[in-house]
């Protein structure tokens, strides 16, 4: 007993679905982008001077190849000595990332279950 099987249609959707996945993974990375700025200004351990620095973080989610990448960014000059000076008394952006990663890994393994 034989039977045949006919992958045209499959082969067909693939591409479909490969852009279905990376625009449900890029919006989802958008809203993990934002909820990291959201805490990591909300966290930030600092007594704000003129409120530029904790203004102008930034949740990041951009595309790099294949891969989808999503982070924060201290956008001011001063931001890198925030973050590793003083014994990084003033951290706010590598522990907001190590806080959540897991969350939003468990997030996005959750989207392409």
Do not use: H
Request: proline share 3%.
């Amino acid at each position: 007993m034989a039977f045949r099987i006919d992958a045209s249609q499959v082969l067909k959707q693939l591409p479909e679905a490969k852009l279905r996945v990376m625009y449900a993974a890029e919006k989802y990375g958008q809203a993990a982008a934002a909820k990291l700025e959201a805490k990591a200004k909300t966290d930030a351990p600092w007594t704000d001077r003129t409120g530029l620095a904790r203004q102008t973080m930034a949740g990041v989610c951009d595309w790099a190849g294949e891969s989808l990448r999503v982070g924060i960014a201290g956008n001011m000059n001063y931001s890198v000595y925030l973050e590793f000076c003083n014994e990084g008394r003033f951290a706010v952006l590598w522990p907001t990332l190590n806080a959540m990663s897991a969350e939003i890994i468990q997030g996005m393994a959750g989207l392409i279950k």
